[in-house]
């Protein structure tokens, strides 16, 4: 079974630029979630879809991140204008409940 | 609403040697919980879970929890490690009960576990 694909794995770009991350879920998970982890931290959820339903977007900071999934399958994550502190690994992880989370290699942003 | 305590930021440890990493939660309703390891540069990985049944949980690479209701813990254990083991370990719960389809994870802040020869 394949896992859950991310692509970049890595990405530098300088404040006020613009990125975008992709995600494909593992086939048949319903559930994706993307995080941010800062270096020495825990994730932190900034997103969760149902399908292509959003089911909790609380800690998204939405006048710049934004993310969509529009055929329930594969999600992009976008953040316009990046700041410095936006540096970070960003996951994308997808479930079939009650089983847990599956995650992805995460896509390492570095914001100079 | 749901919290998690690791209660040991870094544990060094020889090759070898058995480890327990520690994980206290505090929840007002029956909780799913879950160990997971990121190895450096890499995604996270699911080491094992807890959802019913026996509170002694197995898991992948030799290592297992178990789940203490009246101590509300979920300590990871290892008989016996290897340098391989070295990476950052989460502790993580979520509701038993589905709202909304929103089994939100609540994560610990990790413990390092360093295995030194």
């Known amino acids: 079974e394949a896992g859950v694909a991310q692509s970049p794995r890595y990405k530098i770009i300088e404040k006020r630029q613009s990125v975008a991350f992709w995600c494909n879920p593992i086939s048949g998970h319903a559930t994706l979630y993307w995080y941010q982890q800062i270096l020495g931290q825990g994730p932190k959820l900034l997103i969760q879809f149902q399908n292509n339903g959003v089911v909790d977007d609380s800690q998204l900071p939405k006048d710049r991140f934004s993310a969509e999934r529009l055929k329930g399958v594969d999600s992009t994550l976008k953040i316009q204008p990046a700041k410095l502190e936006d540096s970070a690994v960003y996951l994308c992880?997808?479930?079939?409940?009650?089983?847990?989370?599956?995650f992805g290699p995460g896509t390492r942003l570095t914001v100079l | 609403a749901q919290s998690v305590t690791q209660l040991d930021s870094q544990v060094p440890v020889f090759e070898e040697a058995p480890v327990e990493l520690r994980c206290n939660y505090s929840?007002?309703?029956?909780?799913?919980l879950f160990w997971y390891v990121q190895y450096p540069n890499q995604g996270l990985q699911l080491l094992l879970k807890y959802l019913s049944g026996s509170t002694l949980v197995k898991g992948i690479n030799g290592f297992e929890a178990e789940f203490n209701k009246s101590q509300t813990s979920f300590h990871l254990r290892k008989p016996s490690v290897h340098i391989s083991d070295t990476a950052e370990y989460f502790c993580a719960v979520s509701p038993a009960y589905n709202a909304g389809n929103n089994r939100k994870l609540i994560w610990g802040l990790g413990t390092s576990l360093a295995v030194n020869p």
């Open positions: 992880a997808s479930s079939l409940p009650p089983g847990g989370q599956f």
């Open positions: 929840s007002s309703v029956s909780v799913y």
